[in-house]
């Protein structure tokens, strides 16, 4: 995808989220978690859980699974893939992923980057 | 070669698995299906109420169609079968010529000849468009009947009263689940059922169904009595789909069904038939299990596989039913000649429990299970591999007492062709087979044999073969607590205390590998907590905790929050409840009475928490860590104080107890109760930490457990003073704290204690390890290090500012809805969700 015609929002600044957790963000109305995986990697997918309907992604526990990087959704624990939104346990409750960019310290979102 | 499928159910669709799975080559396959929809599971039809979507239920793996090449038609109904030209010709006149034909075509619910069945808001239970029709008139309804109190009656009557419904089960015979339940056994199952608020009127013959007075309908029965409801669902039963097969005279059993031989062949050699449509001796069957059998057998037969065959099923099962254990095993009426049954009977747990033996007391001929099935596997187990009882068979059902472990099924002596998954059809010998291949998880073993992935009930047994195998291959048996530590929960908290780790990076550098997962961060966080008590929204800390410790309430199904203030012992002054309601009304919160003592508000948003907790401890309030695995509450009754039995002052010393040991981390939450007589009132024994004062002092009870797995808890001292009694609590919570597993609980972690009882005693009271100073001084540093969560989380504002819906603004998130009911909130259903957003309440 060409990031240069992206839409990019900035949502919030880098230390708005601590590593290793998510923030929600409110990008062109729709429900974003937006991830800090260690100090410097940021991944965003939909924040609404696909089974539960309820907007909690960003507050799950962030980790990996072998070479994934992914989320355990606080409801049912469900995971989901932070670079491609698939959905581990059961792939047809997948969810989008988005762009992240960092400039300076400000973290920018574009939907469905 | 030409196949046509008649019915894309779940056995249709297992078929067309089957198939494929043959590596068969050149077969065109069609499949006409009658439904607008492909094969779903049927089995859990229920959780479509309870909100997973049509497509949650499909059983058709993405791309399944695309890879076979098979085609599927569908909302396509077979109209007739010609034999002789070999063809089938559809509702829309289309004929498909076929060399080999599969009828899967299921059943029919039957619905008993009253008059009146047809009225508006009748329903079977049967396909999604029945639910979505269920789903309308419960949504104009108050109450609503279920007619069968079968296996389908009872499911169906959960759906009812997940939508709200006051629910009724009307059953024709005199107890529910006539077929798989004794008389005893039905009557603990609807005692069960009717404390969950579904009412059941059994022997009931429906005369007709007329108008009601209060409701819409009004069933007259034939004793004289009537029922009322706005809806009603017939469950009554299933008649075979063989109308095709009669059409074209093809045989069928005495009481229908497609009769078949044993490779699932009918009386013309083209034609097979599998599933619920199918007679196989002159008997269908109403299981998926023995579904799957014959649609293995069918797919094997037609590429070729002549060994294929269908030898008839066990038609034992195990189910849940709203949430209660039912389990049928073989013979379970004593029908055969001469059997002998044992029973066990609970009326308090409502725990019914038999088995039937062989005359000579050797083998097991059938079992019944109601209320607590933990033992289905191992009965199972041992009624179809003809293994020998023990010499005492009754200790198979009775509750374990103290040091006798009650007699297990050696998984050794199970043959290497025993089932143990008969969903998947997976033996011991492929159990073990994967242990070689290096499957040395559950989860590695499901996705490796699918033993254990579908209904889960064999998962204990699949354990205990996968360990014996391991261990018989000389490979450590593996505790670790997930891939990022090769450390069990014990192991971890001795290198975190000897090492004096304090943060996950550095226990990560030191022990671990990778980032961690939602695994081993909460059991980090709980083992720091435990070991140093610091502030658990700390920077360092707050990545490693559940959403549940980071927002420090409780998380609720629609993503909002519920708040426990601390009330100990239950104790609280009527200021102190006035502000807790004005809090609620403030906020629009749910308020409920909690099992534990406790008011529980429900319905917060991350932003509203803060501004909630501010209030509280403005009214004198601290955190209830009713969120944490901690110390949760401590019940009492009222005591001496107002009782005319109490001999114990048992509210002080509750609040005495909560206060010492509130916000201690544990492995898993903890609860305890203390009683001012033997009357009990506080449920004592029913709690990890249990207390009863008699007129000589305290009795201390450890270890027992309400919840899921009930167990007693067991008596540890007598005559205690307040001094001993609470330097004893310190040793054998803190005892537990340093070496149960990860999620164990403290009767768990008993009963897995080598040595049992006796064990801790020796190590507690008489300190045969000499560790006791270190236990009382180490949760003394806990006490002594206490914090309220919530009053540090609301003043430092770094933390505060993590307090909401959205990053970057303050709008509140539109995906939490209520709706009024009885007077207050609750979350609204995925069906009420959208008109109630779109109107912005």
């Given at each position: ?14 230390d708005?989220?601590?590593p ?7 990008v062109?109305?729709?429900h ?7 100090q410097s990697d ?7 859980d ?6 909690v ?7 990996n ?7 355990a959704?606080p409801?049912?624990k ?5 670079r ?9 409750l997948s969810v ?5 960019r960092i ?11 | 070669?030409?196949?046509?499928l008649i ?7 297992k ?6 799975a043959?590596?068969i ?5 069609t499949?006409l299906?009658?439904e607008?929809?492909a094969?779903?599971d049927?089995?859990?039809l ?12 499909s ?6 169609f695309e890879?076979t090449g098979f085609s599927l038609?569908?909302a396509t109904?077979?109209?007739s079968?010609?034999r ?15 060399d ?12 008993p000849q009253?008059?009146?069945r047809?009225?508006a808001?009748?329903?079977?239970y ?6 979505e029709?269920?789903?309308?008139s ?7 009947v279920v007619?069968?109190?079968?296996l389908?009656g009872?499911?169906?009557?959960k759906?009812l009263?997940?939508m709200?419904l006051q629910t ?11 077929v798989?339940?004794?008389?005893a ?8 059922i009717?404390?969950l608020g ?7 013959n ?17 004793d004289?009595s ?9 469950s009554?039963?299933?008649r075979p ?7 074209s ?5 005495p009481?229908g ?5 044993s490779t699932?062949r ?11 449509c199918?007679?196989w001796?002159?008997q ?8 799957y059998?014959?649609?293995?057998v069918?797919?094997r037969?037609?590429a070729?596989?002549a060994d ?7 038609m034992?099962?195990?189910?849940k039913?709203m ?9 379970a009426?004593g029908r055969?000649?001469g059997s002998?049954s044992?029973?066990?009977l609970?009326e308090r747990?409502?725990?019914?429990k038999?088995i ?18 933990a ?16 010499a ?10 103290d040091?006798?472990?009650?007699p297990?099924l050696?998984v ?11 969903c998947?059809?997976?033996?011991k ?7 070689g ?5 559950i989860a590695?073993m499901k996705a ?9 009930g064999?998962?204990?047994l699949v354990?205990?073969i996968?360990?014996l195998e391991m261990?018989?291959r000389?490979?450590?048996v ?12 014990q192991?971890?908290?001795?290198l975190?205390?000897?090492g ?6 550095e ?6 590998q ?26 360092d ?7 549940n410790?980071?927002?420090?309430g409780?998380i ?22 006035i ?10 919160l749910y ?9 529980d ?8 928490l ?19 695995k ?9 005591g001496?104080?107002w009782?005319?039995?109490g001999v114990?002052d ?9 206060n010492?040991?509130k916000?201690?981390r544990?492995?898993h ?7 001012g007589?033997?009357r009990?009132?506080?449920e004592?024994?029913g709690?990890?930490i ?10 201390l009870y450890?270890?027992?457990n309400?919840g899921m ?7 540890f001292?007598?005559?205690?003073d307040k001094?001993q ?6 040793r ?6 340093r ?8 009767s ?5 204690l080598?040595g ?6 020796d ?5 045969s390890?000499g560790?006791?100073a ?15 969560e ?14 909401r819906s ?10 939490v ?5 009885r ?7 995925p069906?009420?969700?959208?008109p109630a957003?779109?109107?912005g309440?």
């Amino acid at each position: 995808m060409n990031t240069a015609t992206a839409n990019y929002t900035a949502v919030c600044e880098i230390d708005d989220i601590l590593p290793g957790t998510g923030v929600c963000a409110l990008v062109e109305g729709r429900h974003v978690a937006v991830f800090r995986v260690g100090q410097s990697d940021f991944h965003a997918i939909d924040n609404v859980d696909p089974k539960s309907g309820a907007s909690v992604l960003s507050r799950g526990l962030v980790g990996n699974l072998g070479d994934r990087l992914v989320v355990a959704s606080p409801l049912y624990k469900n995971h989901f893939d932070l670079r491609t939104g698939e959905c581990l346990e059961m792939p047809e409750l997948s969810v989008a992923t988005h762009g992240v960019r960092i400039e300076g310290q400000r973290v920018l979102v574009a939907l469905g980057g | 070669m030409k196949i046509i499928l008649i019915g894309h159910g779940m056995v249709g669709h297992k078929f067309l698995e089957s198939l494929a799975a043959t590596g068969i080559e050149h077969a065109q396959v069609t499949v006409l299906c009658e439904e607008p929809r492909a094969a779903y599971d049927r089995v859990h039809l229920s959780e479509f109420f309870s909100g997973r979507s049509a497509e949650a239920l499909s059983l058709v793996e993405a791309g399944f169609f695309e890879r076979t090449g098979f085609s599927l038609r569908l909302a396509t109904r077979a109209a007739s079968i010609d034999r002789r030209g070999n063809t089938v010709t559809t509702v829309d006149g289309q004929v498909l010529p076929y060399d080999k034909l599969v009828i899967a075509a299921g059943s029919n619910p039957f619905v008993p000849q009253v008059p009146g069945r047809d009225r508006a808001h009748c329903h079977v239970y049967r396909t999604i468009e029945d639910l979505e029709g269920m789903q309308l008139s419960g949504s104009k309804s108050q109450t609503g009947v279920v007619v069968g109190g079968g296996l389908l009656g009872l499911e169906c009557a959960k759906a009812l009263r997940d939508m709200g419904l006051q629910t009724h089960v009307v059953e024709f015979a005199p107890r529910l689940m006539a077929v798989q339940v004794d008389e005893a056994g039905g009557r603990v199952l609807q005692a069960k059922i009717e404390e969950l608020g579904v009412q059941v009127h059994t022997g009931r013959n429906t005369l007709e169904i007329t108008d009601g007075a209060r409701g819409r309908h009004r069933m007259v029965f034939a004793d004289g009595s009537h029922l009322e409801a706005d809806m009603i669902v017939f469950s009554a039963g299933i008649r075979p789909r063989d109308e095709l097969a009669r059409q074209s005279q093809l045989a069928v059993g005495p009481r229908g069904g497609i009769a078949i031989d044993s490779t699932c062949r009918t009386s013309d050699p083209d034609i097979y038939a599998i599933g619920e449509c199918a007679a196989w001796n002159e008997q269908t069957f109403g299981l998926v299990a023995p579904g799957y059998d014959m649609a293995r057998v069918a797919a094997r037969h037609i590429a070729d596989d002549a060994d294929a065959s269908f030898v008839g099923a066990d038609m034992s099962t195990k189910l849940k039913l709203m949430g209660v254990d039912v389990a049928s095993i073989g013979d379970a009426h004593g029908r055969t000649a001469g059997s002998r049954s044992y029973q066990y009977l609970d009326e308090r747990r409502q725990v019914y429990k038999k088995i039937v033996v062989s005359p000579d007391g050797q083998q097991l001929l059938g079992a019944v299970l109601i209320g607590d099935a933990a033992e289905y596997g191992t009965l199972l187990q041992m009624a179809l591999n003809g293994i020998k009882l023990p010499a005492e068979p009754e200790f198979l059902i009775l509750p374990s007492s103290d040091g006798k472990a009650q007699p297990g099924l050696g998984v050794d002596a199970l043959p290497d062709s025993a089932q143990i998954c008969s969903c998947n059809d997976v033996s011991k010998g492929r159990i073990n087979a994967a242990v070689g291949e290096g499957a040395c998880t559950i989860a590695e073993m499901k996705a490796c044999t699918k033993a254990g992935a579908t209904c889960g009930g064999c998962v204990p047994l699949v354990t205990q073969i996968m360990k014996l195998e391991m261990a018989k291959r000389g490979m450590a048996v593996n505790n670790h607590v997930c891939e990022h530590f090769p450390y069990s929960r014990q192991e971890i908290y001795h290198l975190v205390r000897v090492g004096d780790i304090r943060s996950f990076d550095e226990l990560l550098a030191r022990h671990g590998q990778g980032l961690g997962c939602d695994i081993c961060k909460p059991v980090a966080a709980s083992v720091f907590a435990s070991c140093w008590n610091e502030f658990v929204l700390k920077k360092d800390l707050a990545a490693l905790q559940d959403s549940n410790d980071y927002y420090l309430g409780n998380i609720q199904k629609d993503g909002s929050y519920s708040v426990v203030p601390r009330m100990p012992g239950g104790e609280v002054t009527p200021d102190g409840l006035i502000a807790v309601g004005q809090v609620a009304k403030k906020y629009g919160l749910y308020t409920k009475v909690t099992g534990g003592q406790r008011v529980d508000l429900f319905g917060a948003r991350v932003e509203q928490l803060p501004l909630i907790w501010e209030e509280l401890i403005a009214a004198g309030f601290e955190s209830g860590h009713a969120y944490g695995k901690s110390l949760r509450t401590v019940k009492s009754c009222v005591g001496s104080t107002w009782c005319r039995y109490g001999v114990g002052d048992s509210v002080g010393l509750a609040v005495e107890l909560e206060n010492r040991y509130k916000g201690l981390r544990s492995p898993h939450k903890i609860k305890f109760g203390v009683s001012g007589c033997t009357r009990e009132c506080a449920e004592a024994q029913g709690k990890d930490i249990g207390i009863i004062a008699t007129d000589k002092g305290w009795n201390l009870y450890i270890c027992g457990n309400g919840g899921m797995k009930p167990r007693h808890a067991e008596l540890f001292a007598t005559d205690l003073d307040k001094a001993q009694l609470i330097q004893l609590i310190d040793r054998v919570l803190m005892f537990y704290v340093r070496t149960a597993d990860r999620l164990q609980r403290t009767s768990t972690w008993r009963e897995n204690l080598e040595g049992g009882l006796d064990y801790l005693k020796d190590v507690l009271l008489h300190d045969s390890l000499g560790l006791n100073a270190e236990l009382e001084a180490q949760m003394q540093h806990v006490a002594d290090t206490y914090q309220c969560e919530w009053k540090t989380a609301v003043t430092d504002p770094a933390v505060r500012r993590r307090f909401r819906s959205f990053v970057n603004s303050d709008k509140a998130d539109e995906h939490v809805v209520f709706v009024e009911e009885r007077g207050q909130i609750r979350p609204a259903r995925p069906e009420e969700r959208v008109p109630a957003m779109a109107e912005g309440i």
